[in-house]
C-alpha cells in the first residue's frame, strides 16, 4: 500500500470517529428543537382556551348582573307594593291595563285618580 492510501483510510477514520462523536450532539439539537415548536404548539392552544373561557367567563357575568339587576327591580317593586306606595299599578290591573302598567317604563305615573282627579304620585297615597 502506497503512504497516500493510507493517509486516506486514516483520514476517513478519523472523520467517522469525528461523526459517531457529534451524532449525539446533533440528535439533542434535533431533539430540542422538536420539543421547542411542541412546546409552542401546546402553549398556543392552551391560550386559545384560555381565552375561549374568558369569553364565557365574560358572558356569564353580564347575564349575572342583568339577573341581579332585575331581581333588584322585584324586590324594589315589592317594597313599594307592602308601603302601599304602587296601588295604582293594582287599579290598572284590575281595569285590564296590566300590559300597558307593567311593561312600559314610567307606566302608572300618569294616571288620574277618579276620587281625586290629581295626577297619581303628586300628593302621599291614601289607604
Do not use: F, N, W, Y
Not at 29 to 48: D, N
Amino acid at each position: 500500500m502506497s503512504t497516500g492510501i493510507v493517509i486516506a483510510i486514516v483520514v476517513v477514520v478519523v472523520v467517522l470517529i469525528a461523526l459517531l462523536a457529534l451524532l449525539p450532539r446533533l440528535r439533542g439539537v434535533r431533539e430540542e428543537r422538536q420539543l421547542k415548536q411542541r412546546r409552542t404548539e401546546v402553549a398556543g392552544r392552551h391560550r386559545s382556551e384560555a381565552e375561549t373561557r374568558q369569553a364565557r367567563a365574560e358572558v356569564a357575568e353580564q347575564t349575572a348582573r342583568r339577573e341581579r339587576a332585575e331581581a333588584e327591580l322585584h324586590e324594589s317593586r315589592a317594597k313599594l307594593h307592602d308601603q302601599g306606595l304602587a296601588d295604582e299599578e293594582l287599579r290598572d290591573d284590575r281595569r285590564g291595563d296590566a300590559a300597558s302598567a307593567g311593561d312600559a317604563p314610567g307606566a302608572g305615573t300618569d294616571v288620574r285618580d277618579e276620587r281625586q282627579g290629581d295626577v297619581a304620585g303628586d300628593e302621599a297615597p291614601r289607604r
